[in-house]
């Protein structure tokens, strides 16, 4: 497809996450420095829908890149999943003469994408703003390592806790589809057991393993949870666990929405920072319809249509790595 623009709309939709900011600072600025006009959207589809749009400047968008959440808002909009609602959305980039879309969200953000750029040719460009890293096309994405780094903060100092106590903390991470938050943030903090949706949780292996560290006097562990774990979270977890080890101390504590807030971290400042940069390059050179990721530090652009999220990738060698360390 190639379609010259002249104006472009920005939007963050979904699920918030550190560093959209940052991207959105991106995006207007280089827009400007080529001379294009640029379009804020409030609140994802649903303002684009409702006409909740304003023009941005190069001041709009000073003092934000150290700032978590985003600026434009964020809502998740079934209207635009429908045909009616994409019209109308398409109606009201007409009125403002707005000819490129550059959004900042998840999957379900980019599938709506590719259906309204079918059906009226507006050229969309995705950045993937999300904390769980479950994009395909891109080594991270725009908030992981700092929803990460929170994680490993927090259990950090659940450890302090736990072994003045001696008990055995389950922690909560978010992550419903992926578990590479509580892969990373487990490894981090050398937690003795990690639980993830792409692996099968063998719970019977994990009290066995509790029990042996019991026997050994090992009474302080910390397990790392995704929320999405087959097994059904921390404290379905925590059940299995006091029935079976009833001299634990054990405690459950679930981070939460913690991990979507705060300000993004170097890594995803830089990374937002690339990728909004691109997403311009992109609608300049023609390549449209396309998701902006970095694979080996090196910018990747796969085909919003082939956009998905990434399952079943943490192998076994991860999980031998989190057994070895914990032993």
Not at 179 to 199: D, K, N
Request: hydrophobic share 40%; proline share 2%.
């Amino acid at each position: 497809m190639e379609k010259k623009v002249s104006r472009i709309g920005v939007l963050t939709s979904g699920g918030d996450s550190p560093g959209m900011n940052a991207a959105i600072r991106a995006v207007v600025r280089t827009g400007i420095y080529y001379g294009l006009e640029v379009y804020g959207i409030m609140r994802g589809y649903q303002g684009l829908i409702e006409n909740d749009i304003f023009k941005m400047e190069s001041r709009s968008v000073a003092n934000i890149i150290q700032r978590g959440g985003t600026i434009l808002k964020t809502a998740r909009c079934k209207v635009f999943h429908t045909p009616e609602g994409r019209k109308q959305a398409y109606e009201v980039l007409g009125s403002h003469g707005i000819d490129g879309l550059v959004i900042i969200g998840g999957d379900g953000s980019f599938r709506g994408a590719v259906e309204f750029s079918n059906e009226y040719d507006i050229p969309c460009i995705g950045l993937a703003g999300t904390i769980d890293k479950d994009i395909f096309g891109t080594d991270f994405t725009i908030g992981f390592d700092t929803a990460v780094n929170t994680a490993i903060e927090a259990i950090d100092k659940i450890r302090d806790t736990a072994d003045a106590h001696d008990r055995l903390f389950i922690v909560e991470v978010m992550g419903r589809d992926a578990g590479y938050i509580a892969l990373y943030s487990g490894i981090g903090t050398g937690a003795e057991h990690i639980l993830v949706p792409e692996q099968k949780t063998d719970i019977k292996a994990v009290v066995a393993s509790l029990k042996e560290k019991e026997r050994r006097k090992k009474l302080v562990n910390i397990i790392v949870v995704a929320e999405g774990d087959e097994f059904g979270g921390a404290n379905k977890v925590a059940e299995v666990i006091k029935q079976e080890l009833p001299n634990a101390e054990t405690r459950v504590c679930i981070l939460g929405h913690i991990q979507r807030g705060g300000a993004p971290s170097s890594m995803d400042r830089l990374i937002a920072s690339r990728m909004g940069y691109h997403a311009v390059e992109c609608l300049l050179e023609g390549r449209h319809n396309v998701f902006v990721g970095i694979l080996n530090n090196r910018m990747n652009y796969v085909p919003l249509n082939q956009v998905h999220k990434k399952k079943g990738t943490i192998g076994q060698e991860w999980m031998k790595i989190v057994k070895i360390l914990a032993s």
